[in-house]
T-cell receptor, first 123, second 107 residues
Framework: QVQLVESGGGVVQPGGSLRLSCAAS????????MHWVRQAPGKGLEWVAF????????YYADSVKGRFTISRDNSKNTLYLQMNSLRAEDTAVYYC???WGDGGGYYYYMDVWGKGTTVTVSS | AIRMTQSPSSLSASTGDRVTITCRAS??????LAWYQQKPGKAPKLLIY???TLQSGVPSRFSGSGSGTDFTLTISCLQSEDFATYYC?????????FGQGTKLEIK
């Protein structure tokens, strides 16, 4: 079945960097857009970034633009989030999520989510 | 960015009750709206997409309606497993945005 497994979370000091990974299985990863969504402790969901199925288009939340980079390796069925210049407010559970449709459509909702990986930014 | 506003932020209800959660978009989003359910310590789960289409496997007591800027999620007969937090989310434009969530608690 469709499965997304995040990894790479941990504790990092303010100003530090971390790279998250999301391993995909059970579907043709190279055909689907992918998202990162985060949730700070006790807070709601915040969309972070999106990458088109072929990596040709990317979108970011203003809160992470210029600091985070989304990328993918379709040969490894893996999605990444490189996080630089981390701040305390980046502390959250980070989820990867799959677009419902394939082929690069714009109006797609997120239909499958991973279980998340926790990032803590603290000195 | 499109702002999504849910009401109420929290709701107490009993098993068997009918409850309605409202979501309002700051601008028209046609029917590009999804509803998610999240239980503590778990990932969000898709319930409804296209404002009113039930995701496969979701019980029929869940229903959604609306278009443009005003949307509702209704649970017709609450079951114990429905006590959770619910989020609406627009997929009309980027950045994708979520409502702040509605926590449904047992009365």
């Amino acid at each position: 079945q469709v499965q997304l497994v995040e990894s790479g979370g941990g504790v990092v000091q303010p100003g530090g960097s971390l790279r998250l990974s999301c391993a995909a299985s059970g579907f043709t990863f190279s055909s689907y857009g992918m998202h990162w969504v985060r949730q700070a402790p006790g807070k709601g969901l915040e969309w972070v970034a999106f990458i088109r199925y072929d990596g040709s288009n990317k979108y970011y939340a203003d809160s992470v633009k210029g600091r985070f980079t989304i990328s993918r390796d379709n040969s490894k069925n893996t999605l990444y989030l490189q996080m630089n210049s981390l701040r305390a407010e980046d502390t959250a559970v980070y989820y990867c999520a799959k677009d419902w449709g394939d082929g690069g459509g714009y109006y797609y909702y997120m239909d499958v989510w991973g279980k998340g990986t926790t990032v803590t930014v603290s000195s | 960015a499109i702002r999504m506003t849910q009401s109420p932020s929290s709701l107490s209800a009993s098993t068997g009750d009918r409850v309605t959660i409202t979501c309002r978009a700051s601008q028209g989003i046609s029917s590009y709206l999804a509803w998610y359910q999240q239980k503590p310590g778990k990932a969000p789960k898709l319930l409804i997409y296209a404002a009113s289409t039930l995701q496969s496997g979701v019980p029929s007591r869940f229903s959604g309606s609306g278009s443009g800027t005003d949307f509702t999620l209704t649970i017709s007969c609450l079951q114990s497993e429905d006590f959770a937090t619910y989020y609406c989310q627009q997929y009309y434009s980027y950045p994708r945005t979520f409502g702040q969530g509605t926590k449904l608690e047992i009365k």
